[in-house]
């Protein structure tokens, strides 16, 4: 170690007039301090490089400064630093590495006369490297600015639609337009001499449909559930029905303290109910529309692929749906084909070809602009432009991608194996049928408190057989599987609560809010 | 209110880029006041700042590119087209370190650790801006519905009206991790001037330990946060698409918490080994480490999605956190030579 008179540093220091660190006065040692280190006096040793066996004592990033920077005085500022004690917490081989280092320097002191240390003069840094630096900060200080103004400009996360959905507005059939205008301006017109039943109808472009009016909702109890059939009538009479027979029956296996519920008016007829089959409590609705853009689908953003998820009976409220229900929650897995808006959005080519093909396709189901369902089997190939050409000779306008198909053409399908859906355990499952033209059925099947039970997929599909569905489908299950009445969960979901989830169907009414001519 | 400050032909900036770009600067003025205390030039931090801003950004968007694949037409569209598309706050962290990294390998600053220690009081007040400016945009808003008038307000909710007029309180995420990352950035200011340079037992390097702190702080409040949000960036697994194309489960906020944590423990946990020597406190805090670690993503993920007890999941997943931030910071202590009662010099 090198020695220093500390008298004499002070006095250069003076001389050279240089702000710098220096000890406190209590860290200055006195000459009995230093020899007795162990006794927890302080001393300094703040000038001494560190040596390579004495790490204990020394900066640790000092010991990696580059040896330019090591020169640099600035970087060897003093550390001041209390004599290590012996204690129980200490390291075991710190302890022994310092007791031994202790008692090398008691020996050294022993011998020689101790004396004060003293710090490294600071070398003044050169014009050069001050130049070099002052320069190449300025470069980078433009640079900076040049990056927060394009930041600036640029860098505004979400404060727009990620990805606008191309909802197709031109593809409105005008010669259908115009034949519904001509139909209900008719209706005014010979209003007091014929009744001729108004066509109404949601645009497509809409995102919201008109809200529901307050005095079509009806409660009965399952006592009283020939009322209902009043309300079947109504519909019967004002054309609604078009003829066709309802699934609903006053005589059904309600589950008792529930109220079966109802809307109507002249473009939706709804009914909803729970009832108990094979001891299990499922929760049923039966849909008739009068026109098929009452059947419809909401992405949440109406933008594939937003990542926002929200519970379905907030989706349902903001979009004033009668009736709304889960559909496949397709943000939740990246297979199947999703078609929105009458664009296909997701079409993994490679998933639908190859060896890997039985792993990821599931059937999908289409729904064409007359709210027809389309089946396309899971294993059935197709490249992106086949399906595109499909999609466009079809008219589809919409596709949901869980599965499997229950009933095809009026055939129950059992299902042996299925990618999603677990479809061999007792599971709570959703599926969603059609009767006859613009006439739906929505079936879940939850546990509850009191009844754990639930159904394979293919139990299931017969239950939605039963029902005389010409066309069935799967839908998401679990905790997804929910349908929306007035704001609120209508079934029980597993585990009591609702999930986010990406995306919902619903139907609507078509009658304007205004009340006014369609 | 509107999104949009200035409007002006082609000209159009938006408050929240104003706010980030307001975040940006003030990080860089507290990384410029805080890098010289050790007597380094403020070379390495000009050099450092722009380049951290660019590897920010590009990874910010890549990774977000990758949890949103199909918000994006393709790779190359994201990553060139800034002005629509989301970010990923990791990427930030991520483009600081790189950028650290490059400085240190053009002999600028003596460590990257040192340099970053110095940025990380900053980066925190970035990251808090950057969550401020979600008030202007469409994001600040959490899963949680508020459905008490008390709590209709800030710092708790931010309304939200649908397409069909239905206003919504929801919680305000965001703003709520803007006050947190304002909280640490005072402690990591504190934690600059008085243990930046803290010794280690037998001389192991302690650079880096002010970043590596603020690493495990904002993975606490990010891990929480991104329970409580409704647009999760989530993991997909590429190489195993095919057989499990339900993979997009996994957070990455989780993930990128869990690696923080992870490195900061087998880091200090090998230190504190090579010390002391096995001990029985080192197999507990493992022990304490991986159950607190499932317990926070339990009760953040899978519990609170199944039952909806926002109160009860979140209390359960904080105290799991705070558990996690505790056995890693005594391991920590116990790598610290505590008795070199150190001052700082300056």
Request: overall charge negative; charged content about 20%.
């Amino acid at each position: 170690m090198r020695e220093y008179d500390l008298e004499e540093i002070l006095a250069e220091y003076a001389e050279d007039n240089i702000e710098t660190a220096l000890p406190e006065e209590e860290d200055i040692l006195t000459e009995e301090e230093f020899t007795e280190p162990a006794a927890g006096l302080p001393y300094a040793e703040d000038n001494v490089v560190p040596e390579e066996n004495d790490a204990q004592t020394a900066r640790s990033d000092d010991a990696e400064v580059p040896a330019e920077s090591a020169e640099d005085p600035d970087t060897q500022l003093t550390r001041v630093f209390k004599a290590p004690k012996p204690e129980k917490t200490e390291g075991r081989r710190v302890r022994r590495e310092t007791e031994s280092r202790r008692e090398a320097a008691a020996q050294d002191e022993e011998a020689e006369e101790p004396k004060k240390k003293r710090r490294k003069k600071p070398k003044k840094e050169s014009f050069g490297k001050k130049l070099g630096f002052g320069m190449l900060s300025l470069i980078f200080m433009v640079i900076s600015l040049g990056v927060l103004a394009w930041t600036l400009q640029n860098v505004h996360p979400d404060t727009s639609k990620t990805t606008e959905s191309s909802r197709s507005l031109g593809n409105t059939n005008l010669v259908s337009r115009l034949d519904t205008g001509l139909n209900n301006a008719k209706a005014n017109a010979l209003s007091d001499i014929a009744y001729i039943p108004k066509h109404y109808t949601i645009p497509e472009g809409e995102t919201v449909a008109p809200r529901p009016q307050e005095s079509g909702f009806g409660s009965v109890t399952p006592e009283n559930a020939a009322t209902v059939m009043d309300v079947i009538q109504l519909a019967r009479d004002s054309g609604l029905l078009e003829g066709q027979d309802v699934i609903f029956n006053p005589n059904l296996n309600f589950e008792p303290n529930t109220n079966i519920q109802y809307y109507y008016d002249e473009t939706i007829l709804t009914i909803i109910w729970k009832e108990l089959i094979d001891g299990n409590t499922v929760t049923c609705c039966e849909v008739k529309v009068a026109d098929a853009s009452q059947f419809r689908r909401k992405l949440v953003d109406d933008t594939f692929g937003s990542p926002r998820k929200l519970f379905a009976t907030s989706i349902a409220a903001s979009v004033n749906s009668v009736v709304a229900m889960n559909a496949d929650f397709y943000m939740f897995r990246d297979f199947g084909i999703v078609v929105y808006d009458r664009e296909l959005y997701r079409f993994s080519e490679d998933t639908y070809t190859g060896m890997y093909k039985k792993y990821n396709c599931t059937d999908t189901m289409f729904v064409t602009e007359e709210g027809d369902f389309l089946f396309w089997h899971r294993l059935q190939e197709a490249t992106p432009d086949q399906m595109r050409a499909f999609i466009e000779e079809n008219h589809i306008l919409f596709s949901i991608a869980f599965g499997p198909i229950l009933v095809e053409n009026g055939a129950l399908t059992p299902c042996d194996w299925y990618p999603a859906g677990e479809i061999d355990r007792g599971y709570s499952r959703a599926g969603i049928g059609q009767k006859d033209h613009l006439h739906y059925f929505y079936m879940s099947l939850n546990h509850s408190a009191q009844r754990e039970a639930r159904w394979t997929v293919n139990t299931f599909g017969e239950r939605m057989y039963e029902r005389g569905l010409q066309q069935a489908y799967c839908l998401d299950g679990g905790q997804t599987s929910e349908i929306v009445w007035r704001g609120a969960p209508f079934n029980y979901i597993d585990f009591g609560g609702e999930r986010e989830v990406s995306d919902i169907m619903y139907f609507a009414t078509a009658i304007p809010e205004s009340g006014g001519t369609p | 209110m509107n999104e949009i400050a200035v409007f002006t032909g082609s000209l159009t900036i938006y408050w929240s880029a104003i706010i980030i770009c307001l975040g940006i600067a003030a990080g860089l003025c507290l990384t410029l006041a805080l890098y010289p205390m050790d007597h380094r030039h403020n070379t390495a931090v000009w050099v450092w700042f722009p380049i951290a801003t660019v590897l920010s950004v590009l990874l910010a968007r890549l990774i977000h590119w990758y949890s949103h694949i199909e918000q994006y037409g393709s790779l190359l569209e994201a990553m060139t087209d800034y002005s629509t598309g989301g970010y990923c706050v990791q990427g930030i962290i991520l483009g600081a370190v790189f950028a650290a990294l490059l400085v240190k390998l053009i002999r600028l600053t003596p460590t990257a650790g040192e340099l970053l220690s110095a940025a990380a009081p900053g980066l925190a007040l970035c990251l808090a801006l950057i969550r401020l400016s979600s008030l202007f945009n469409t994001n600040c808003r959490g899963r949680i519905v508020i459905t008490d008038k008390v709590y209709q307000q800030l710092p708790f909710a931010i309304s939200w009206t649908d397409a069909a007029g239905n206003v919504e309180y929801r919680l305000a995420t965001f703003f709520l991790e803007f006050l947190a990352l304002l909280v640490i950035t005072v402690i990591l200011c504190g934690f600059f001037f008085r243990h930046r340079s803290e010794p280690l037992w037998d001389g192991w390097r302690n650079e880096g330990n002010v970043m590596w702190l603020f690493l495990i702080l904002l993975g606490v409040v990010e891990f929480i946060a991104d329970s409580t949000r409704y647009d999760s960036a989530l993991m997909h697994f590429f190489l195993i698409k095919r057989l499990n194309p339900y993979a997009s489960f996994i957070s990455i906020t989780q993930i990128f918490t869990a690696v923080c944590f992870l490195l900061y423990f087998i880091r200090y946990m090998r230190i504190s080994v090579k010390t002391n020597g096995w001990s029985w406190y080192h197999f507990l805090a493992m022990l304490v480490f991986l159950a607190c670690f499932v317990g926070a993503g339990y009760f953040g993920e899978y519990k609170v999605q199944r039952t909806a007890q926002y109160v009860r999941c979140y209390l359960w997943q904080g105290g799991s956190l705070l558990l996690l931030y505790l056995t890693v910071r005594l391991i920590y202590r116990t790598c610290v030579a505590k008795e070199y009662d150190y001052e700082d010099g300056e």
